[in-house]
């Protein structure tokens, strides 16, 4: 499903940025940024297929999880009652073959549910464990397992002992049949993946965000957001007994790691706990920032609260587009730069590019003047009016290639060797429909590496969960084929102990028939030796 | 290996044999209806990402393509559009050159003023050209308002220095419009470096060339001509904006005089106290141009004195109109090497598609020889397994006894 062309998300993603490329190609026309707005919802809606199918595989792991957990308590009990029946039997001297048998039976259908380990007693009961040493049945006396809903996330089922009021879930410590399967499938397919597909989510979301921002749309204002911004979603735990208020966002897009947190109070500082890595950092806020996700406390909450944070995980089904009018499609820069046409040397200002739009738009022009004194007597450069941050350094003789500077939040290059008195002038980008700057900045996106620390684009974070969820579906089938000779072998072995081999039978029938001939004939003989003995002493 | 069989054993084991040779003819034939060797991710997940990278490489240098296709449309219509711009400044020399002629009198000058009035007229409508999209080619940024209007002799730009890029390959963009500024509007004036102007002179002096060297300092030059008395020979000065004499000498018609790195060389007879100005340029545009002929030719009255006024400021005229098309031609060699750009981009791409097209075949689609080979050895395994199956079954001891 993931590595589809009908169903993955790799060809949506590209439709999508194609439909930039052609608003870039052709900035000014409302019908390529109506295509443009009709890729976005494309995309949301696959986003939205693909969490919906991996949720819907997170709900059929929970039902498993319950099913299977009442198969064993219904097992387990089994076995405890065999138990006592056996050592019964023991003990008034007779060898319940048949009890036996069921038992074996039973442990059997056991270990197909859940991994165990058998330890028999003495006395002939056997105990069965599971997990690292979780005693399920010992003697005739059985516990029983429960599945309980997560007390930090509702919609996740545990596995737990039962009988405790809060339970703790030792799903990592089952591993092996039905149950460790689903945990297995839950934690290192469906989860991961889930993640990840939030995380590109989120990941163009917010780029996409940002540098429509720094652009200026048909109506000559600065950009707004195409795609609703994605927050964190974060749930306070079942048991909490204060009324905190915390609230998350997004820092920076390229921190964040996959994984979701919980933050919990201890009554003066707070803990921030990755939930994957399991490391953590204290502290008393009441503002935190880890892995580009800012936490904010806005209410305490009462001591043993605690809150889950998922910056990520609940993401690509909330992915969706904000905006509906073509014209709001930011794709021209808002500033633009001109050479005075009375300038006689050959320098160049270009590449002029908007980091901020803090100064946005310019309150008047912003005007560079080359003075042969600039900085001092005989240190050339430019002057700068209209903005802070001047005189820019400049000396033809050696700068003639190109060097880059900055006004503001502004970047450009300056190069050539202007003459004293050539001026260049920056200024708000009114009526600039044909300007497709901001376009082509939009289209950049798709293939920078804004995810994971710099490290992966959209397409490898993708590509990396298809190639893990693909070697897992290796790993588990290679070690299923591996089991399954395993299997063969153990029933070989057990048929060759016990199983009946019909042509040993049929051979050992001829040697018993021959026996018993041989032995009727010895009774022949006998007999008649007898009978010549009574006939020899009768008169 | 166990060292006692027993009759389930044996069941057991044929049949999973049996079983798993079906399993292996059912994947091959599956191979080959679907004519792929990988049907799921998890048979080879590092292909499986190849194939996800390789498909995505494909969509875009399909993008890149239509793009460099639609630079190339937009870069011709500009090109052409200054093909047209180039031959009617041509025209325009042409008709310069004619009125600058001895023999053309005021009647003459006025009808070639009205002519090249009308090719001014001309070369605005070609400046305002729209593309098949209805925006102005040569705007800037602002391509919906049309950038060059006319008033009375006057052309006005408004619209700014901006230029398009198209993205055709993955680091490489390029520009598709130049802006009406770099073409019609920072037009060198003269010959470069200088231009030269003459009025109000009793004599009739005329600049026949005017050339600069690199070493040009840029200031505002008068050549003055002195001859105190009717009987001394006529002497020049030439004086810079600070008034300092740069260079100064006895005149001779056809010598050149040289100062300041220009060297000028004027012919016929100037009077006490004529005087030529010699001034560093900065641009001037091209309707400018124009239009000072035009204006020129309008003022041409016949007498001696306007006469040289007008020869020389014909031959400004002359050396400006030869900047104006110097700037357009170097325009139209940068489109012309930016199609050559297109045009091998367009070849790297087609390739690039053409090598990742042979790499997805390499990782994705099925081998038929091999497959199909290895189809009839499975079968042939699976016929064997069934065989000895029914036969090994068959027998028993207990057929033999009696």
């Known amino acids: 499903m993931l590595a589809s062309s009908d169903t993955g998300l790799g060809p949506v993603l590209d439709n999508f940025f194609a439909a930039v490329q052609d608003v870039a190609n052709n900035p000014g026309s409302i019908p390529e940024r109506q295509v443009l707005i009709g890729q976005g919802q494309v995309l949301a809606e696959r986003f939205s297929f693909l969490d919906e199918r991996l949720s819907a595989f997170d709900r059929e792991v929970n039902q498993r999880l319950t099913d299977s957990v009442s198969q064993i308590n219904a097992l387990a009990q089994n076995i405890a009652n065999l138990n006592e029946q056996i050592v019964d039997a023991r003990q008034t001297g007779f060898e319940p ?49 429960e599945a309980f809903s997560d007390p930090n996330n509702v919609s996740r089922t545990n596995v737990g002992i039962a009988g405790v009021s809060n339970p703790t879930d030792i799903g990592r410590f089952l591993s092996g049949g039905e149950l460790g399967a689903a945990l297995q499938f839950r934690n290192s397919v469906v989860d991961p993946a889930r993640a990840q597909l939030g995380l590109i989510a989120v990941g163009v979301t917010d780029t996409f965000n940002a540098q429509q921002a720094l652009g200026l749309d048909l109506n000559g204002d600065l950009g707004g957001d195409f795609f609703q911004s994605i927050e ?69 909450p009462a001591a043993g609260d605690s809150f889950l944070i998922e910056p990520v995980t609940t993401a690509a089904g909330l992915f969706s587009v904000e905006l509906s009018d073509p014209r709001l499609i930011a794709a021209a820069s808002p500033v633009r730069s001109s050479a005075s046409i009375a300038n006689a040397g050959s320098g160049e200002l270009e590449n002029l590019s ?104 959209f397409q490898d974070a993708y590509a990396t969960i298809v190639g893990d969820v693909a070697v897992r579906g290796q790993q588990a089938s290679s070690l299923a084929s591996t089991e399954s000779a395993l299997l063969d072998q153990a029933r070989a072995a057990r048929n060759g102990a016990q199983g009946v081999n019909l042509d040993e039978e049929a051979a050992n029938l001829l040697r018993y028939q021959q026996a018993y001939s041989a032995a009727a004939q010895v009774i022949a003989v006998a007999d008649e030796v007898f009978q010549v003995l009574l006939n020899a002493t009768s008169r | 290996m166990v060292d006692r069989i027993s009759t389930l054993q044996i069941f057991q084991s044929g049949v999973s044999t049996i079983l798993a040779r079906q399993e292996e003819l059912a994947r091959t034939q599956q191979e080959l209806a679907a004519g792929r060797s990988i049907l799921s991710p998890e048979d080879d997940p590092a292909g499986a990402i190849q194939i996800l990278d390789i498909e995505e490489d494909l969509r875009q ?5 239509r793009n460099s296709n639609l630079a190339e449309s937009q870069l011709s219509l500009e090109d052409t559009t200054l093909s047209n711009v180039v031959s009617v400044l041509q025209r325009v020399r042409e008709l310069t050159v004619q009125a600058n002629n001895a023999t053309s009198g005021p009647e003459q000058r006025a009808a070639i003023a009205q002519e090249i009035d009308i090719r001014l007229d001309e070369l605005l409508d070609l400046a305002n050209t729209r593309d098949a999209n209805d925006e102005f080619i040569f705007a800037g940024f602002q391509a919906t308002s049309q950038p060059f209007t006319r008033s009375g002799d006057s052309v006005n730009y408004s619209g700014d220095d901006g230029q398009r890029f198209l993205q055709i390959a993955a680091g490489s963009q390029v520009a598709v419009r130049d802006s009406g500024s770099r073409v019609f509007l920072a037009v060198p004036a003269g010959n470069g470096s200088f231009d030269f102007s003459v009025s109000g002179n009793s004599g009739n002096v005329v600049v026949d060339s005017a050339t600069a060297t690199t070493g040009f300092v840029r200031d505002e030059y008068t050549i003055n001509f002195i001859q105190a008395l009717p009987t001394d020979p006529i002497t020049y000065e030439v004086v810079d904006s600070g008034a300092t004499v740069v260079a100064s000498g006895n005149f001779q018609s056809g010598e050149a005089i040289t100062f300041a790195g220009a060297t000028v060389v004027l012919d016929g007879e100037p009077d006490d106290g004529d005087s030529v100005e010699i001034e560093a340029t900065a641009n001037q545009s091209i309707f400018e141009t124009v239009s000072e002929i035009v204006q020129t030719l309008r003022s041409s009255t016949g007498e001696e004195a306007n006469n040289a006024e007008v020869n020389n400021a014909l031959a400004s005229g002359l050396l400006n109109l030869d900047q104006a098309i110097g700037n357009v031609v170097e325009v139209q060699a940068e489109i012309g090497a930016r199609l050559n750009r297109i045009d091998s981009q367009q070849e790297i791409n087609s390739e690039f598609n053409l090598q990742l097209q042979t790499a997805l075949s390499n990782v994705q689609d099925l081998d038929y020889a091999e497959a199909i080979s290895r189809l009839n050895l499975q079968l042939v395994a699976l016929q064997a397994a069934q065989q000895t199956f029914v036969q090994t079954q068959r027998l028993s001891l207990f057929d033999f006894i009696r």
Do not use: K, M, W
């Open chain 2, 61 to 65: 240098v399909d993008q890149f393509q």
């Open chain 1, 232 to 300: 964190p979603t974060v749930a306070g735990a079942a048991q909490n007994t204060g009324a905190g208020i915390i609230t998350a966002s997004i820092d920076d897009v390229s921190q964040l790691t996959g994984a979701s947190y919980t933050i919990s109070f201890d009554g003066t500082d707070y803990t921030i706990t990755n939930n994957d890595t399991n490391a953590s950092q204290t502290g008393a806020g009441p503002n935190f920032t880890v892995d580009g996700v800012a936490i904010s406390v806005g209410t305490a």
């Open chain 1, 97 to 145: 073959n048949d009890l036996l048998d069921t038992r074996d039976q039973v442990v059997l259908e056991l270990a197909e549910l859940v991994g165990v380990t058998t330890v028999e007693q003495d006395d002939g009961a056997l105990n069965i464990f599971i997990g690292n040493g979780q005693s399920l049945v010992i003697g005739n006396s059985a516990s029983q397992l």
């Open chain 1, 354 to 457: 908007v980091n901020g739009t803090a100064g946005l738009p310019l309150a008047g022009t912003v005007t560079l003047t080359f003075n042969p004194d600039a900085l001092g007597a005989g240190i050339p450069g430019f002057d700068v009016v209209g903005i802070g941050g001047g005189p820019i350094a400049f000396d033809p003789s050696t700068d003639s290639g190109g060097v880059s500077a900055t006004l503001g939040d502004f970047s450009f290059e300056l190069s050539g060797v202007p003459v004293d008195g050539d001026s260049f002038t920056i200024q708000n980008n009114l009526d600039g429909s044909g300007d497709n700057r901001n376009a082509l900045a939009l289209a950049g996106i798709q293939r920078e590496p804004n995810l994971l620390g710099g490290t992966a684009s």
